[in-house]
């Protein structure tokens, strides 16, 4: 089956609002943070780990599980699920932001995009065609359209082409997409530019796709400028359809996703800082490498139900990191990824009882005191 979204409460106060997204394996509620499995694998974490969190939809990357081990021993497998043994939800991303990063601006063609494998410098292509029968093969329960990712700032007209050839895109993927099991997302474009998000959003929302995500965001534009973009786009989207901003995982930008009507969020953010020492709690981010958490024998966050945080100290996790010991990573993935999956879970209830303002004035008030 298709994933199906209902919208069940909208937030009084604000654009936020709580819903269910229906899938293959469940039916999970929204507002959601999803961890990436780049490889078919979270880092560091087992599926059984991730259950215990609380997860839910998870993220793969189709440009790295094309080069290995190929979309074909995955389809032999049984699919992204059975391959990797996860008994829930997995989207796939195009492959375009990666491609992107390894491609020169003249390798960008209508056909699609030339660059070289980061793996072994072969010469490849990849089109919108290709990258739709590659998910296709993953068969995970949602895929993502072939789009262009342009760098931040470009010009006007470098982006208006590129929002064009992104819908052109679009409509060649859609069309070779077959996996019935499988639902397929558009991907809203359009850069800083307010002309051109609304353009691309309605222009992509006319393809009818099962969701839609707002991309071009977390590309090393300012905080205010990305939330512009959020605006600009998410005012043309169906309700009654999924919202997905892709690539965002700071916890207070997750706030303020939501308050403009964001469903899913997904990041590389938690685990990629847990493998370097560092933390989320309530009070702010924590870098357990410094010297003052050596005899710090409280646990991270005393109000996170992590199995971290239930039987680990600051102070042996410090030991862990120091030491370079796996274990320290793998027990901070699990802490930074509960504590944003958390977030979503008490986000989803100040919705449902419209304090969804109060909530998130109350969390960052206090998240950036220590950081400030």
Same mark, same amino acid.
């Given at each position: 089956?298709?994933?199906?979204? =209902? ?33 078919? %694998? ?49 989207? %796939? ?33 990849? %089109? ?75 222009? =992509? ?138 977030? =979503? ?28």
């Amino acid at each position: 089956m298709k994933i199906k979204y =209902t919208l069940l409460h909208k937030d009084k106060n604000s654009n936020a609002r709580y819903g269910t997204l229906q899938t293959n394996y469940g039916t999970f509620e929204t507002p959601m943070f999803m961890p990436v499995g780049t490889q078919a %694998t979270v880092k560091t974490l087992d599926t059984r780990e991730l259950k215990e969190i609380n997860s839910a939809v998870i993220l793969s990357n189709t440009y790295h599980l094309w080069l290995r081990p190929g979309e074909d021993i995955v389809d032999k497998a049984g699919g992204l699920h059975k391959f990797m043994n996860y008994n829930g939800p997995i989207l %796939t991303d195009s492959g375009g932001f990666q491609v992107f990063s390894l491609a020169k601006s003249k390798d960008i063609t209508e056909e699609g995009v030339k660059f070289k494998s980061h793996l072994n410098g072969e010469n490849l292509l990849l %089109t919108p065609e290709k990258s739709i029968q590659i998910q296709n093969k993953l068969d995970s329960d949602i895929a993502m359209s072939f789009d262009e990712c342009p760098p931040y700032p470009v010009t006007y007209e470098y982006m208006k082409k590129s929002v064009e050839r992104t819908l052109r895109w679009a409509k060649r993927g859609k069309a070779v997409h077959n996996n019935e099991r499988q639902s397929l997302f558009g991907i809203v474009q359009g850069g800083e530019f307010q002309d051109l998000r609304e353009y691309s959003a309605k222009e =992509t929302v006319k393809l009818d796709f099962d969701g839609y995500s707002i991309g071009g965001t977390s590309v090393g534009e300012d905080k205010e400028t990305m939330m512009k973009m959020i605006d600009y786009g998410i005012k043309y989207l169906p309700t009654d359809k999924p919202r997905y901003l892709m690539g965002v995982g700071e916890p207070t930008d997750i706030f303020e996703g939501v308050l403009r009507g964001i469903d899913m969020f997904d990041c590389v953010l938690p685990t990629r800082l847990a493998r370097h020492g560092h933390a989320f709690t309530l009070d702010g981010k924590i870098n357990l490498k410094n010297a003052k958490y050596k005899e710090d024998f409280t646990p991270i966050d005393n109000e996170c139900d992590c199995e971290c945080c239930k039987h680990y100290t600051k102070a042996y996790v410090r030991h862990l990191i120091i030491a370079n010991e796996t274990l320290g990573q793998r027990l901070l993935s699990i802490h930074n990824l509960r504590f944003l999956i958390k977030i =979503t879970e008490n986000i989803r209830e100040s919705i449902k009882n419209d304090t969804f303002l109060e909530y998130k004035k109350e969390f960052i008030d206090r998240y950036r005191k220590l950081n400030n």
